[in-house]
């Protein structure tokens, strides 16, 4: 059991890029997924439930960089972390973009 959070990880973005047709849909499903996670982390560190604390530290990884550094080191991570980086400055742009164009339809 000690790959279960890059297993989680994998599938959530296995199922991304199956459900994904366009570049724009990859990127809000990586980012999602990472918004999801840290969400989880949230309510693992501050909701007291033992049973759900215990399930959550188990299964679900912290945050997309916690993988990234947990199962690699030197190089590689500076890469990995690199494109992290970027795909989120790209989600942010489009975040952006679609928030702008909101606020001139109304």
Do not use: H
């Not at 994904?20 to 989880?40: E, H, M, P």
């Amino acid at each position: 059991m000690k790959y279960v959070d890059l297993i989680v990880l994998i599938g959530f973005i296995v199922f991304v890029i199956i459900y994904s047709k366009k570049f724009q849909t990859y990127i809000f499903g990586f980012a999602v997924t990472d918004i999801f996670f840290r969400v989880l982390d949230f309510l693992k560190n501050n909701i007291p439930i033992t049973g759900l604390k215990g399930e959550l530290s188990k299964y679900v990884p912290e945050s997309i960089p916690s993988v990234i550094y947990n199962y690699t080191d030197g190089t590689i991570s500076y890469l990995l972390m690199w494109t992290y980086i970027v795909i989120m400055i790209i989600f942010l742009y489009y975040v952006t973009k679609i928030f702008i164009k909101r606020r001139r339809i109304s």
